[in-house]
């Protein structure tokens, strides 16, 4: 019996060793995104504005996938699109205040509620476009609520950026810098197009 | 003794001046055209800019900085803010799908208070717009490398071109006009032949192209 069990433990720990060995020999890549984004330049609104980042967007990752279907790169996101959202709202309206829940932005009497959520993330690797550009594409459901949680507007957004080979990064150094110009591009369309969606221009000529 | 050491400083005098030969093979051609007057004051200065907006190529920022060093120093040296440094001061007009294209758009954007208001504190007369990059064509030739136990080398020999080509447009900021445009051509053969050791033998074509480029553009604002 003892040695049933020490055989079972020796075998356990050699099955995880063997995992182990396996998935750092032929693993994912694990990249995570960061960067430093500046504060934009605009005219502020006199807005309280409350920021509602879920978990999906907290969480976000995405992986790619290589021909035979096996994983990649797990692309992690969620944190640097805080990053940047942090960075940009407060230059586009008075007050910005972040909350966990709709309930909790009910009681701090904003005036409206931000929930950005993102809708699909795409990488292209010269590896399969024979092309000497490692490019990135977000598309982003940008959506804006009454402290009440009633529909104010919903609009969709796509970004881009695109970093040469030519520049000798590693590929994970190359996948990063491509993410980093798609935030900025993110955040210099959202932030000089707010308001001019129609439903927001809307909203803001009623205030 | 000293007739080897003779015979070691010739034989590394003739590698020397044939590197130097073969490296410097490289032809650069500038045009300059110019649409208005120009000069600048020691107050002011420049930014020089690199264009993104197309889908297959991005002007290398390595590029825009070889230029602006080239401007910053010797005589006659301008005063030229960092690319990165200005567009990130200006966040979010000079992102590569926000900047302006043409100098109406330039206009437009004057009119922003906050884009003037920094523009006024870099104290930027001209923008230039560097557009263009380096295209490596016609390689041949093969070297193979083998590696055993009484030692290693590579025999062969290679050859590419490379052809660098870049356009600069030139801004003025008080005016909001474009008061000319110089186009840099450079190209030049690079070659490597590998006779136990590989002698890459390299044609200098960017930064030849970023030299030129830049003596004239200097020559240019200065209104020379």
Known sequence: ?207 | MSYIAANLVKTGGIISLLIGALSACTSTTVDEFRQGETGIENHESIVILGRRQASDYETRSEFVDCVGEHMGNGTNSIRVVPEQEFVDAMFPWFEPRTAPLRTSDLEKLMAEEVVAQKMDEFGVRYIVWLDGFTETSGRTGSISCTIGPGGAGCFGFGTWEDDASFDARIWDVDSATSVGTINTDANGQSYLPALVIPIPLIARVEANACSRLASQLKDFVNGS
Request: charged content about 20%; aromatic content about 10%; hydrophobic content about 45%.
């Open chain 1, 1 to 207: 019996m003892t040695n049933i069990a020490l055989n079972t433990k020796s075998y356990n720990k050699f099955a995880s060793t063997m995992l182990g060995l396996a998935l750092s020999a032929c693993g994912v890549s694990n990249v995570v995104i960061e960067g430093s984004f500046p504060t934009p330049n605009i005219n502020k609104l006199p807005l309280t504005m409350a920021v509602l980042y879920d978990e999906a967007l907290r969480n976000f990752a995405y992986i790619e996938y290589t021909e035979t279907g096996e994983e990649e790169f797990n692309i992690e996101s969620g944190l640097s699109h805080i990053q940047l959202f942090d960075a940009v709202l407060p230059a586009m309206f008075d007050q910005v205040i972040i909350v966990n829940s709709m309930e909790e932005a009910k009681t701090r009497g904003v005036d409206a509620v931000f929930a950005p959520a993102i809708e699909e993330f795409q990488l292209a690797l010269p590896a399969k476009t024979k092309l000497d550009v490692y490019e990135v594409w977000i598309k982003y459901n940008m959506r804006l609520l009454t402290a009440e949680g009633d529909y104010i507007a919903d609009w969709v957004l796509t970004s881009y950026g695109k970093t040469p080979t030519a520049t000798f990064l590693s590929v994970e150094a190359a996948i990063n810098e491509a993410a980093v110009v798609a935030l900025r591009d993110l955040a210099s369309s959202f932030s000089l197009s707010f308001s001019e969606v129609p439903e927001v221009r809307d909203w803001l000529n009623r205030l």
